[in-house]
């Protein structure tokens, strides 16, 4: 057994390493430490032999997609606000690209690498889901964390404090469980559809994930999970030979989802509330929307007033919480804010005209190389995730942030390794 557990180690250190970077993101920093591995690793590798690299077209486009956002932190550096932030941002940011050609060698070597990724990843998020699901249910998780509450503002009367419910679970005391769970669904996704037709029940394993981004309260989370979900099953329709099966299994997972939901709606006031408020997206009235935003309006509107006045290079990075009041409108409900809470306009603020070109080639290089390629099939599963995480209007942690970046960059990497590994198993077919 320990020689079997030997062999088996030896073979997949590397996959437990990239699955430790996820398991990582419970903390406020965890996670750094096997993405700094793999950086070094990754980078020992591009001295070593770098024409190796660079003749693969795979990791080659890669690259090119990573300096479409590094270049223009690069380039807004000069002008930084405060340049010493910026550093902090800019100079580390190069470990993603050395740890993505790391993941990218590692899981393209064989098909199973890349399912041990998608049926950890399921596990874990399972996980974490159910356990956050009996810290709501009993007040505590297995670790024994409280189902806390934290202070802030009544929408409806900004003058009143009010306790919002803070959903946590294994990520305690950070509430960030709905926005990971909400990206990482993808990957759920995908290891439910591989095996259903055997179980016909492991949809069902879906629902903790569902409704723990629901009860979360976090609004970016339920967004991401919304276009995560339509998007795998516009995937499944038009991929699918059976359609009518297809639609059938959805209408399923709908109606028990829809049940989970209008339930909590109606007993869980603090859900009821948020809910409520949301609804005023739908609005005309200035007010209301700001408050179904979480009075982000004025945040937005600052954003775009930084970016107007340095519409080239921007601010530099994580330079927003430096400029804010020189920006902000005199009756600005905000003091301060550490970015803008809108993936495009702290693209706009920090990195300007250049960065947000950067950031369309980006996704022009992706959906077009993609379709060049003619194999959606095999690779959109993979491909949604980082379109969601790249949305413009994604409205909760700072897109140039330590974590959002690690999570972009991990999942870029993947979806690169789907790629390559589909290429090399072509080639050996045409051979």
């Not at 057994?1 to 990582?24: Q, V």
């Not at 690498?113 to 998020?125: G, M, S």
């Not at 609004?219 to 339509?230: E, K």
Request: net charge positive.
């Amino acid at each position: 057994m320990i020689k079997i557990f030997n062999t088996w180690l030896k073979e997949y250190w590397s996959c437990i390493l990239i699955f430790l970077t996820i398991i990582g993101f419970v903390s406020k920093a965890l996670y750094n430490y096997p993405m700094g591995i793999m950086a070094i690793i990754g980078l020992y590798r591009v001295v070593s032999s770098p024409k190796d690299i660079w003749n693969d077209q795979t990791q080659k486009t890669f690259i090119i997609v990573f300096l479409c956002l590094w270049l223009p932190l690069l380039i807004s550096f000069p002008d930084a606000v405060n340049q010493s932030r910026a550093a902090q941002t800019i100079f580390p940011y190069l470990r993603f690209i050395f740890a993505g050609l790391f993941i990218i060698q590692e899981l393209s070597k064989d098909k199973n690498r890349l399912n041990f990724i998608v049926y950890a990843v399921f596990i874990v998020v399972i996980f974490w889901c159910l356990d956050a699901s009996i810290q709501f249910l009993i007040g505590q998780n297995l670790l024994g964390y409280p189902y806390s509450h934290y202070v802030g503002l009544d929408p409806s009367n900004l003058a009143r404090k009010v306790y919002f419910n803070n959903l946590t679970g294994m990520f305690y005391p950070r509430n960030t469980i709905a926005h990971i769970c909400s990206i990482l669904s993808a990957f759920c996704f995908i290891a439910v559809y591989q095996h259903v037709h055997k179980y016909k029940w492991l949809w069902l394993s879906l629902i903790p994930i569902f409704f723990v981004v629901f009860v979360s309260g976090r609004r970016a989370a339920w967004v991401m999970l919304a276009f995560s979900s339509f998007g795998f099953f516009i995937y499944l329709y038009l991929c699918a030979v059976n359609k009518k099966q297809i639609m059938k299994l959805t209408g399923m997972i709908t109606l028990v989802v829809s049940i989970v939901f209008g339930s909590t709606i109606l007993l869980h006031q603090p859900t009821n509330d948020r809910f409520k408020v949301t609804l005023g997206l739908f609005s005309n009235d200035y007010e209301i929307i700001d408050k179904a935003t979480a009075r982000r309006l004025p945040l937005w509107e600052t954003a775009y007033t930084t970016f107007k006045a340095n519409p080239v290079n921007g601010i530099g990075p994580r330079g927003f919480r430096y400029v804010y009041q020189d920006y902000a409108s005199q009756d600005n409900f905000w003091v301060d804010q550490t970015h803008p809470h809108l993936l495009l306009l702290e693209i706009m603020a920090e990195t300007g005209g250049l960065g947000l070109l950067g950031y369309l080639i980006l996704f022009y290089l992706l959906i077009k190389s993609a379709l060049n390629r003619k194999r959606l099939k095999i690779e959109f599963p993979f491909l949604l995730p980082v379109l969601v995480a790249l949305l413009p209007f994604n409205a909760h942690m700072a897109f140039y942030g330590s974590i959002w970046s690690s999570m972009i960059w991990w999942l870029m990497a993947i979806y690169f390794s789907n790629i390559r590994l589909a290429e090399q198993q072509n080639l050996g077919h045409t051979t």
